[in-house]
C-alpha cells in the first residue's frame, strides 16, 4: 500500500490506523507547502488536490474518514470496527459528528486565518466557527464523562479520527473547557503507535 501525505494534516489519521494495524506501507509526501498537490500528475491521483489518498493494488482511495474505515474492514481481526450492529452504527456517528461537526468549524477557522489570500479572510467566520465548535465539542466532552473510548470498552477506528481532530482544535486553543476531551486525546496519542501530534509533525517538515 501507498499513502500520500504530508506530515501535519488529516494524513495523520490514515498513517495512524496504517500503524495501529501493523501494516506495512510506503509513504509518498506531498509537500503542500511547495504546491505538490497540484501537479498534474498528483491530480491524476486525487483529482480534488487533497491529501491523504491511500493505493491498495487497483483501488485508489480518497477522504480520510472512508480510507480508515476501508482499512478497518480490510482487517477485521484487529477489531478497530465492531461487528455489533448496534456498536458500529456508534463509530459512524462518531465519526461523521466528528467529521461534519468538530472539524468543519476547524477547517473554516484555518481557511480564514492561515489559508485564503489575506484580502479574502473574514474576521466574523472566525468567530462563529469557534462558537459553532464550542457548542458541539460540548456534547462529546459530556459524552466522554468516565469514557476511555468513544466507543464501548476498546479502541476503535473512530478514536484515531476523534483524537486527531481534538489535536487539531487544541492547536487552536478551542479545548480549554473541556478536561475530559483534552486527557483522552493525550491518552490516545500516548499509545505505543500513535503517529506524531500536529505541532511535532509541523516541526519535523521545517527542519
Ligand atoms: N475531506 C478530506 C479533506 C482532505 C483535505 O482537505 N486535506 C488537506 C490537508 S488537511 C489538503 O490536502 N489541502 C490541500 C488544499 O486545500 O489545497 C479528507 O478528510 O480526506
Redo the contacts with the bound molecule.
Keep these: 500500500m501507498q499513502l500520500y501525505e ?1 506530515a501535519p ?2 494524513s495523520i489519521r490514515v498513517r495512524w490506523m496504517l500503524q495501529e494495524l501493523g501494516v506495512d506501507f510506503e509513504s509518498i509526501t506531498v509537500n ?1 507547502g511547495a504546491g505538490e ?1 497540484r501537479r498534474p500528475e498528483f491530480l491524476k491521483i486525487n483529482p480534488a ?4 489518498v491511500l493505493v491498495d493494488d487497483d483501488l485508489v482511495l ?4 472512508a480510507i480508515v474505515l476501508y482499512l478497518a474492514e480490510k482487517y477485521p481481526h484487529k477489531g478497530l470496527l465492531p461487528s455489533d450492529i448496534k456498536q458500529r452504527s456508534q463509530v459512524y456517528r462518531w465519526l461523521l459528528f466528528t ?1 461534519t461537526e468538530l472539524e468543519q468549524p476547524l477547517w473554516r477557522i484555518t481557511r480564514h486565518t492561515a ?1 485564503y489570500p489575506e484580502h479574502l479572510r473574514l474576521t466574523a467566520e472566525v468567530s462563529l466557527s469557534r462558537q459553532d465548535f464550542k457548542d458541539m465539542v460540548a456534547v462529546m466532552e459530556d459524552h466522554m464523562q468516565g469514557c476511555q473510548f468513544t466507543v464501548g470498552d476498546t479502541v476503535t477506528v473512530a478514536d484515531f479520527v476523534c483524537a486527531y481532530t481534538l489535536d487539531w482544535a487544541n492547536e487552536l486553543q478551542l479545548l480549554d473547557g473541556c478536561p475530559q476531551l483534552l486527557q483522552y486525546m493525550e491518552r490516545m496519542y500516548a499509545r505505543p503507535n500513535a503517529p506524531l501530534r500536529i505541532a511535532a509533525a509541523i516541526a519535523s517538515i521545517n527542519t
Aim: hydrophobic share 40%; glycine share 6%; aromatic share 6%.
Design positions: 504530508f494534516t488529516r503542500l498537490h488536490g487533497r491529501v491523504p480518497t477522504e480520510s474518514v467529521a489559508l
